[in-house]
């Protein structure tokens, strides 16, 4: 017996769509971002810094990507996940590239994890709302 899995997979195309869609919703909130959307192994496939963005942002929004691809979910709902356990919450949080704060999604295609985008440079909501914009155009 001949098992075939066909998943679905993110293109660059796609992922340049996401990360102009953030930036100009960024640009409509007055606010200056990086952008990365990434694929299902964590590799950068598209990224985008606007002109005066925090440098600090730059990595950051990289991780945030990254940990909502390896997890599948928001990277806002780190909290909720640690819970009261204080192992958790100690050693998780000190895991290189590990974002527990807002701005990070998951790219979900029939509850399938094919990516993420992660943007920063505003207050996590501000992030969150740029990184759903950029999902609303990849995935329609």
Request: hydrophobic share 45%; charged share 20%; aromatic share 6%.
């Amino acid at each position: 017996m001949n098992i075939q899995f066909v998943e679905p997979d993110l293109h660059w195309q796609g992922a340049q769509h996401a990360v102009n869609a953030a930036v100009a919703h960024a640009c409509e909130l007055g606010i200056r971002i990086h952008v990365t959307v990434v694929d299902r192994a964590g590799h950068t496939l598209a990224y985008l810094r606007m002109n005066g963005a925090f440098l600090h942002s730059e990595g950051i929004a990289v991780d945030k990507a990254y940990t909502a691809a390896s997890f599948g979910f928001p990277t806002r709902d780190w909290l909720d996940v640690l819970g009261d356990n204080p192992r958790l919450r100690i050693g998780l949080p000190a895991r290189d590239r590990l974002v527990v704060f807002g701005g990070g999604l998951p790219i979900l295609v029939d509850g399938m994890c094919i990516g993420g985008i992660g943007v920063s440079g505003g207050s996590e909501e501000q992030d969150e709302a740029c990184a759903e914009a950029g999902l609303q155009a990849m995935l329609g």
